[in-house]
């Protein structure tokens, strides 16, 4: 796809062409698309900070392997916890930050579900899982965008570093602020938005690395300030060399 966006063209602009452009350059998702249950996205981002998701896994499935369900690890002592999620970055922090979520989740609604945020208004989710020891605009949105598809976009490290890079962002714009600015510039629509999370999260963790971005490799070098200042505007050769999908030959996509 040809893009209608240039170096100097608004973010907004450059925020639609990005989404269109990696959404056809990596798979599109669906909207049967779902990673986990509500209880395990939330409890799985939180173990998630700064942990890799091979030990995110392995501290979840140790935990309940330890611990049975939800209510044996809210009565498991914290220490015993901690030492079952330490493949994480910080599980005595973790551990009782976990257990304060699933005794407040207990101690509102009866039972260890999050089903009710189905009917409940996008805010008043997001508001009410704010609230929780630990739960920021990320997981709160990944929660609501993947379970119950409610129109909110997750803004991760990938995500920031390529709104940035790109110009879909001010350059010294938060990932809070980013959650916001980025929402406003896409449509109001939960397939889009998880779409432009997804391609977007695998575009950071497969192209647009921190270190080494492969910027040969990447179709949005056409309007992406990044490659404008360390190489030049590209040329229509290098743009006519720009891959148009992603090769499963360059490796597995991340979860």
């Not at 989740?105 to 997001?126: H, K, N, Q, S, V």
């Not at 990944?142 to 129109?151: E, G, H, Y």
């Not at 110009?167 to 916001?180: F, L, T, Y």
Request: charged fraction near 25%; include cysteine.
């Amino acid at each position: 796809m040809a893009t209608t966006a240039t170096y100097t063209s608004p973010p907004a602009e450059k925020t639609w062409q990005d989404h269109l452009l990696l959404n056809e350059f990596y798979p599109p998702l669906t909207q049967d698309t779902v990673r986990r249950s509500p209880m395990r996205e939330l409890i799985s981002t939180v173990l998630s900070h700064r942990t890799t998701h091979a030990d995110e896994e392995l501290a979840y499935d140790r935990m309940l392997e330890a611990f049975g369900d939800w209510a044996g690890v809210l009565a498991a002592p914290t220490a015993e916890l901690a030492h079952a999620i330490r493949t994480t970055r910080w599980p005595d922090t973790q551990a009782p930050r976990i257990q304060e979520i699933l005794r407040r989740i207990w101690a509102e609604r009866g039972g260890f579900t999050l089903d009710f945020l189905e009917e409940w208004p996008t805010e008043r989710g997001m508001q009410w899982l704010n609230d929780m020891p630990g739960i920021g605009l990320k997981t709160a949105s990944l929660v609501l965008l993947f379970n119950f598809r409610k129109p909110v976009l997750p803004v991760d490290t990938h995500v920031h570093r390529i709104a940035q890079r790109v110009g879909m962002i001010g350059p010294k714009a938060s990932a809070d602020k980013a959650h916001q600015v980025l929402l406003e510039q896409l449509p109001k629509d939960s397939l889009v938005l998880l779409n432009f999370h997804k391609h977007n999260y695998w575009h950071g963790q497969r192209v647009c690395l921190y270190a080494k971005p492969d910027c040969l490799k990447c179709p949005l070098k056409g309007f992406c300030n990044y490659y404008l200042e360390h190489y030049g505007p590209a040329t229509e050769e290098a743009l006519a060399a720009t891959p148009k999908k992603w090769d499963p030959d360059w490796g597995a996509l991340p979860h």
